[in-house]
């Protein structure tokens, strides 16, 4: 019997195994078994007469009584038995011999099995009910056994469902990423403005990147460029793209602070540690905490001043000016030089030591003759920064600024349009430039010269700046326009660069 239903691993065919095997064994007229699993109820009976299930047509208080005490139940005569006295289920029945026993399984109660019959009175002795707790103990490994084949498989098919789901879903969020990571490519390659810094020529583009990739960073960064190229707009687009961007932004440059005042303005000074000392001030680092400091033109701070701001980097701790005590700072350094900082290391001029210490990342930013596509751009950006973004260029004095090599770069570019907005009142023309961007390669705008090439370098010119300008400075863009490749624009560009400059 038991090779029987171990065979079964269905549970509802097992418990139809087991109640034919009770009432074969008890010689029984019905047999009944439930089980619990999990939160629901699983009741099976079953009727010699007609061997199929009959439904509830069995004593529910006897399954419960079995239920409840966990223990065995034997009577000879169950209407006349004083146990099921208050029980209408058994007079119903005409109940007389019933053996119900608890389903167990390592000290678990699963559930009851219970056989009676109706018409012979003691139909069941002790022996029965031995036999009957003895199967009970068969019973109840195979029904354990497959309630827990059941689970598996309901877990497996629910894991199934929501792998698939997942897999659903993960491939929805792939798709969705992807679209994000072109579309952001997209921006980043065709935005001309970016924190304050304007341009989409590729030197703009990929300064883009770096800053998108270092500012969440906390290493140090050293800006070399040219006076006016923009140094300080890059370290605070570091500042704002960062973790630091609601704490300050202190910017100082080291050239223009007398030495013996330097100490005293980066790291502070006690009440009375020099003359005019009144009262104690907090340094700039001090002011900086938890945010960012800039230090503009680094290569001009003299030795021992750079011994203290070594101390400072290496230990994260001041000490102001007239003070023993020491003050713990968070500030991440960022640094600035139009000066190769290198060669004064190697010149005698700079600390090796600092050197290394800050310079762990180096960003190069291009001069603005390096990158004349960006121009009009910026013309664009100071005179909508100056509330005049209506006044107008004529096409000369367009190619005058692309031509014009800007030695004070960005700077002297916005210097020129305050100039504008305040003097000219409508449009800008050729004599309304400043002469020496007037002038630029010795070129004049003169109708009366008909000489050939010189007309036709200045349509090329001004053809070219017309199509950058309308395609927001994307090369691939401007050149469709022009009907040139990108590398026949790019050669062209190249080419008026290298006449500029010579």
Avoid at 73 to 88: C, M, N, P
Avoid at 490 to 496: G, H, I, P, Y
Wanted: proline share 3%.
């Amino acid at each position: 019997m038991y090779r029987r239903l171990a065979r079964e691993d269905d549970l509802e065919r097992l418990l139809e195994q087991v109640c034919d095997a009770m009432m074969e064994l008890t010689d029984a007229e019905r047999g009944v078994v439930v089980v619990r699993a999990g939160d629901t109820r699983l009741e099976l009976a079953r009727e010699f007469a007609e061997h199929d299930q009959r439904g509830p047509n069995f004593s529910r208080s006897i399954i419960e009584k079995v239920l409840d005490t966990g223990l065995p139940l034997l009577s000879v005569d169950a209407s006349e038995d004083e146990r099921f006295g208050e029980s209408k289920s058994i007079s119903h029945l005409n109940l007389r011999s019933v053996v119900a026993v608890p389903l167990r399984f390592r000290g678990d109660l699963l559930g009851a099995a219970y056989v009676d019959h109706r018409l012979r009175r003691g139909a069941f002795a002790e022996s029965d009910l031995a036999l009957m707790e003895d199967f009970a103990e068969l019973a109840g490994l195979a029904v354990a056994q497959a309630h827990a084949l059941r689970e598996a498989r309901l877990r497996a098919e629910t894991l199934a469902k929501e792998q698939s789901e997942l897999s659903s879903l993960l491939d929805m969020r792939d798709a969705e990423v992807q679209g994000l990571r072109e579309t952001i490519r997209a921006q980043r390659d065709d935005r001309s403005a970016y924190r304050g810094m304007v341009g989409a020529s590729p030197a703009m583009q990929k300064l883009y990147r770096l800053v998108d990739r270092l500012a969440d960073s906390v290493v140090p960064v050293v800006i070399y460029g040219e006076s006016g190229t923009g140094k300080e707009l890059v370290a605070r687009a570091l500042h704002d793209a960062g973790p630091r961007a609601e704490a300050p932004f202190v910017a100082e440059n080291c050239g223009a602070i007398p030495e013996t005042l330097l100490e005293s303005v980066f790291f502070g000074h006690a009440k009375g540690a020099f003359t005019g000392a009144n009262a104690a001030r907090a340094g700039l680092f001090e002011a900086a905490d938890g945010g960012t400091i800039f230090l503009d033109e680094i290569g001009e701070m003299s030795m021992a001043m750079q011994t203290k701001l070594l101390r400072v980097l290496q230990e994260g701790e001041v000490r102001r000016v007239g003070e023993t005590k020491t003050r713990k700072v968070d500030v991440r350094v960022v640094a600035a030089s139009n000066r190769d900082l290198q060669a004064l290391v190697e010149a005698g001029g700079f600390r090796r030591d600092l050197f290394y210490r800050i310079n762990v990342v180096r960003l190069e930013l291009p001069p603005l003759r390096d990158r004349r596509e960006d121009v009009l751009a910026l013309v664009d950006h100071f005179l909508a920064r100056y509330g005049a973004d209506g006044l107008e260029l004529s096409a000369s004095a367009r190619r005058q600024l692309l031509r014009y090599a800007w030695p004070g770069n960005v700077r002297e570019l916005e210097n020129e349009v305050q100039r504008w907005v305040a003097l000219v009142e409508d449009k800008v023309r050729p004599d309304d430039l400043a002469s020496s961007i007037r002038d630029a390669d010795g070129v004049v705008d003169d109708p009366d010269d008909l000489r050939i090439k010189p007309r036709v370098e200045a349509m090329e010119r001004a053809l070219i700046a017309r199509a950058l300008e309308r395609s927001s400075g994307n090369q691939t863009h401007a050149a469709e326009l022009l009907g040139l490749s990108r590398y026949g624009l790019q050669k062209k560009l190249k080419r008026f660069e290298e006449e500029a400059s010579t």
